[in-house]
């Protein structure tokens, strides 16, 4: 049985997106060292760099809007 994140994976290229997947952050940080993505969804929990140590530097380089949940409720939602 597939998880949430290959279905959310599937359900995106199905509809036209390009999805490009990092196992750590610092990875992640790397690829936009050239080239910023137009959407990003993450884990904040993630090994190595979490969510939050990844997101600092990227949202420094551009304007993101930034909606963070947990399983439950909204947690923090602005325009970076």
Do not use: W
């Not at 959310?8 to 196992?23: Q, R």
Request: net charge negative.
């Amino acid at each position: 049985m597939k998880g949430r994140v290959e279905r959310s994976i599937e359900a995106l290229k199905s509809h036209g997106f390009e999805v490009v997947t990092y196992p750590r952050g610092e990875e992640l940080l790397a690829a936009c060292a050239s080239r910023l993505p137009n959407c990003l969804l993450m884990d904040l929990e993630m090994p190595g760099l979490d969510g939050f140590e990844v997101l600092e530097p990227i949202a420094a380089r551009s304007n993101y809007f930034l909606a963070l949940r947990n399983s439950n409720q909204l947690i923090r939602c602005s325009l970076t």
